[in-house]
């Protein structure tokens, strides 16, 4: 072999295997700048001897032209669908019926899978090439997708190792991450293109696309979990084994993956991954079991279009279709009106929801919904439920189209959107009642002066009998007149008055950020405080001092302006601090810190205090701190419960600090006493 042919086969097994490790086993491989110079190289070699060139070159991913149509594909052996169990109590029959018909009392062995939401796929390895994809279908007929399935770069283009078998049909799952997702949608939104109302759509629709480069710029994946046809070899006796055999030809497959014994086994599995669900980086809408030996699954067999050897424990749905009773406007404390949707009440996402938020007018017009309409209403995970899709086909005649109001439905003031806004906004600043009532809210807040027990019934309560009117008037309260209110007794109003003067203790940032100046966050607020060092500073600087400042643009720097220049915003300022609230001075310059330069990231629980504080510390420090984990983290710090953060940092060799490390760091700072 020529020295050329030798390093061109060498360049095909290190581009290979770099895939491997990043896509299929989700480790970092090499930097990005290397991995494209091998790439070049290769396609350089392959310029100059078209005729080397095989379909497994990693090269070959991605075909030229976009087809007409696809062809249908007729599967050998069908791909069936699963009964679905809803409950322990199913679970435990299922169990039951097994025992039944094998006339065993014996403990079953179970494989566990999560039931990954997303698409079936067929794949079909030749001598271990990859020669076709397809889709389930109606399950005995599918479409061909060849051209697609070769983009995704989690799918080997030739196994790895040896012992496969001739002709092997693997099935998975081709699903969309999350995090993939949103980043998609996000994008497309800007762009004014379709957006996917969940992943489970997006990775249905980009697996639709007759143009494989369209295809190739979409986050798929695909988990593998079993075996269709299969001829010239054998095959491992359980699921288990075949899982861990998928593995080691390179096909993906699920990490969470588990073989258990008997129903306590499978109740435990359910149990560990539903608490764990949200926090999983791909949706799932339940778990699979399957009885782990083949053996076992040939004796049970099938009844109609599903096997008596698995069943699907669903979790509680994340989206459901109802009514759309009217749609009102909330108003913030920026006085930005939110649409909010009354809904017929339903239960989703494991909650009875009876509202959802809309965002804007910007989406109310792109999902085109009218009052009365069925729509589908998503709540995934902890984050508010959602109107994602109005389904205007069963639309009554006349229904009215939501339109936003002219005037505030809270003040009456006019109504304001920017052009190129998609923010529809009341002009009444502080008279508008509803901008006070949030802008108060979030003052109090934990992450503004963390008053304790200042909840919202308080602000409201306290507006409505005219004992307070803006922020500095909650310093000047006495205990009498909180235990006025109703429902107070003289315990509450006294923890409140004394949490406070506790509060008045504080520190720049937070300060800043309970002023709520327009889209001045807490991180702006912390750079502002760090860069500045006083408030003085701040009220008196202009847009073009502002713009020095980290992460501040000159939107950011017009808002701090605009906030300054309303006298009576300063005075105000001037009264909290008249009235006793202060804090540290800041270290003003972050060179001299101990941790300037340096970005550090928080994750999981601590228990010994609480998440912003040991922020706080960090900042003081001279930290930045960042919300998620990249190669520029220097130092993680991670409580229990850490999860995805945590994974990425061990993926990236990024030092990993638990909370006793920490406390201990900070104590040979000095900055923690035991006993804190
Ligand atoms: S096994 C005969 N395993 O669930 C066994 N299916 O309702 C059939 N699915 O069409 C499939 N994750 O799309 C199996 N780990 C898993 C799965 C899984 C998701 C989907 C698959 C199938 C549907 C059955």
């Not at 397809?134 to 770069?153: C, L, Q, Y």
């Not at 279009?305 to 069943?311: D, E, F, G």
């Not at 107070?488 to 506790?502: P, R, T």
Request: glycine residues 8%; contains cysteine; proline residues 4%.
């Amino acid at each position: 072999m020529s020295d050329l042919r030798a390093k061109y086969n060498a360049l095909i097994d290190q581009i290979t295997h770099y895939d491997h490790q990043y896509y299929v086993l989700n480790e970092s491989s090499v930097p990005d700048a290397e991995y494209d110079r091998l790439m070049q190289e290769l396609k350089g070699i392959e310029a100059e001897h078209p005729d080397w060139v095989t379909p497994q070159s990693p090269s070959q991913r991605v075909a030229g032209a976009p087809q007409a149509g696809f062809t249908t594909v007729e599967h050998r052996i069908p791909m069936l669908s699963l009964d679905n169990a809803f409950s322990a109590e199913d679970l435990a029959a299922f169990v039951k019926r097994l025992k039944d018909r094998l006339n065993s009392t014996a403990d079953i062995e179970f494989a566990c899978e999560p039931k990954l939401d997303g698409i079936a796929v067929s794949l079909l390895y030749e001598n271990g090439a990859l020669v076709r994809g397809a889709t389930r279908g109606d399950g005995t007929t599918g479409e061909d997708i060849t051209a697609n399935v070769r983009t995704i770069k989690s799918i080997p283009l030739q196994l790895r190792g040896a012992g496969w078998p001739e002709e092997l049909e693997v099935r998975g799952e081709i699903y969309m991450p999350k995090a993939g997702f949103e980043k998609m949608n996000a994008k497309a939104m800007a762009k004014g293109e379709k957006v996917f109302v969940n992943p489970r759509n997006a990775a249905s629709g980009s697996l639709r696309q007759l143009d494989s480069r369209l295809t190739a710029q979409r986050p798929l994946e695909m988990c593998c979990y079993s075996v269709g046809h299969f001829s010239g070899g054998d095959l491992p006796s359980n699921q288990g084994e075949l899982m861990a055999q998928f593995g080691e030809w390179g096909l993906k497959i699920n990490a969470e993956s588990q073989v258990v014994i008997g129903l306590q086994g499978v109740q435990q599995f359910y149990e560990q991954l539903e608490a764990r669900r949200d926090n999983l980086p791909y949706e799932i809408d339940g778990i699979v079991y399957k009885v782990n030996d083949f053996a076992l699954q040939n004796r049970l067999g099938f009844v109609s279009r599903a096997p008596r050897w698995a069943i699907a424990r669903k979790f509680p749905a994340q989206e459901e279709i109802t009514r759309l009773l009217d749609v009102e406007f909330q108003v913030g404390r920026t006085g930005a009106l939110t649409p909010v949707a009354r809904l017929e009440p339903v239960f989703v996402g494991g909650v009875t929801v009876s509202n959802a938020t809309l965002h804007n007018m910007d989406e109310v017009e792109r999902l085109d919904v009218h009052i009365g309409d069925k729509v589908i209403v998503r709540r995934a995970g902890d984050v508010i439920p959602q109107v994602v899709k109005a389904l205007s086909d069963d639309r009554l005649p006349g229904a009215k189209k939501v339109t936003a109001p002219a005037e505030c439905p809270e003040c009456g003031s006019l109504v304001e959107r920017v052009e190129g806004e998609a923010v529809t906004r009341c002009t009444g600043g502080i008279i508008c009642s509803a901008q006070r009532r949030e802008a108060l809210k979030h003052f109090v807040s934990r992450k503004a002066m963390d008053i304790d027990g200042f909840g919202e019934k308080i602000v409201d309560a306290l507006l409505e009998t005219n004992k307070i009117h803006a922020a500095s008037d909650i310093y000047e309260l006495t205990a009498d007149t909180v235990e006025s209110l109703e429902r107070m007794g003289k315990k509450s109003a006294e923890n409140l008055i004394n949490a406070i003067q506790k509060s008045k203790q504080t520190t720049l940032p937070r300060f800043l950020f309970a002023l709520g100046i327009r889209e001045v966050g807490e991180t702006t607020a912390r750079n502002l405080a760090t860069h500045f060092g006083s408030i003085e500073k701040i009220i008196a600087a202009t847009e073009a001092q502002l713009l020095e400042v980290e992460d501040v643009g000159p939107k950011v720097a017009a808002h701090v302006v605009n906030f300054f220049a309303e006298e009576q915003n300063v005075m105000e300022v001037q009264r909290i601090i008249a009235l006793g609230v202060h804090w540290d001075d800041v270290v003003a310059s972050t060179e001299t810190a101990l941790l300037s330069g340096q970005t550090w990231v928080v994750t999981g629980k601590i228990s010994q205090m609480s998440r912003d504080e040991a922020k706080d510390y960090l900042l003081r420090l001279g930290a930045k701190v960042a919300g998620s984990v990249s190669a520029k983290t220097n130092q993680v710090v991670a409580g229990p419960g850490a999860g995805s953060k945590l994974k990425k940092a061990e993926e990236l060799g990024i030092p990993v600090m638990d909370e006793a490390d920490f406390i201990r760091w900070l104590t040979e700072q000095g900055l923690w006493v035991s006993g804190n």
